[in-house]
């Protein structure tokens, strides 16, 4: 019921289309027996009615709403007040909902003044703006006596800090052994926090679930048996409090080490003494101990 008179009794469809869902939404629920006592008239006799004579007999109805103050902070209490009256006359101890976009997000009661107040505290939902209405719709008794209002929509500026988070690995990825992935926030002039929790994807797998400062260094392992060639980093900062989310990616290659082989071939031979060969392997990484070699003359 909400969501159609959200759309149809405010003006979204053609007036029979409203007619339709206020008699059967409203009205539906209503014993004939209390619709006659109330209204002095039948279902089947509304159902014919033009609307402008079913608005003589349902009441209109006029909420408003003000809010304390248009900009704040993700997770900040506004305070909010309103009144809800139907011709002139206060409506109390009725129910009234709060939209935060569109969406039912807390509820308020009218006073014997028909006024209402209080206290709502923005989403960490880090959007630029958001809206706030006041919507009131027929319950109880009121149902097939007052037809639904809501109040001009309040725009709210809503603020939060964000943050570029660079990103890399440290040299060169290889099979089976361990990569370092390196980074920096970059809050400029927003504040700081002392640690960021932090979450390191590769190729669409959690590796790491650490906190960090603003620099940071996390060491991966690299399996043995991995693809040789591309593969995707992300890193993903989730929102803390102010500051929103922070996420960025990074594209590396995983490459085998190749080895260098240094020989110290003799000057001179004489045969068919023994030829003495020396020499030395290594790689990037350092020299290879244990290595099998194979020498032909």
């Known amino acids: 019921i909400l969501l159609e008179l959200l759309q149809n009794l405010l003006g979204s469809t053609p007036e029979s289309s409203l007619l339709d869902i206020l008699l059967q939404n409203l009205l539906g629920s209503t014993p004939e027996s209390s619709l006659l006592d109330i209204l002095g008239v039948t279902l089947d006799e509304l159902m014919e009615m033009p609307l402008d004579e079913l608005m003589d007999i349902l009441r209109m109805t006029e909420i408003s709403l003000e809010v304390e103050t248009t900009v704040g902070f993700v997770g900040d209490w506004i305070s909010i007040e309103g009144d809800l009256n139907s011709e002139g006359d206060v409506l109390a101890d009725r129910q009234v909902a709060i939209l935060l976009d569109g969406i039912p997000y807390v509820t308020m009661r009218t006073d014997s003044y028909g006024a209402f107040q209080g206290q709502l505290q923005l989403p960490y939902e880090y959007v630029a703006v958001v809206t706030l209405e006041a919507l009131y719709y027929p319950q109880d008794s009121d149902i097939g006596l007052y037809l639904a209002s809501k109040s001009d929509a309040v725009v709210i500026e809503v603020l939060f800090y964000t943050a570029d988070l660079q990103l890399g690995i ?115 990484l350092g020299p290879l101990a244990d290595a099998p070699i194979e020498a032909r003359f």
């Open 170 to 284: 440290e040299g060169k990825a290889y099979p089976g052994l361990n990569a370092t992935v390196a980074g920096r926030f970059d809050y400029g002039e927003d504040p700081v926090p002392e640690v960021r929790n932090l979450q390191i994807y590769l190729d669409g797998r959690l590796m790491a679930d650490v906190s960090v400062g603003q620099s940071f260094e996390q060491i991966i392992s690299l399996k043995p048996d991995i693809t040789l060639g591309e593969h995707r980093l992300l890193v993903v900062a989730p929102s803390q409090e102010r500051h929103a989310s922070v996420r960025a990616e990074s594209f590396f290659e995983v490459v085998t080490v190749v080895p260098v082989i240094d020989l110290t071939p003799p000057k001179l031979a004489i045969m068919p003494f023994g030829l003495k060969v020396s020499g030395k392997v290594y790689s990037e």
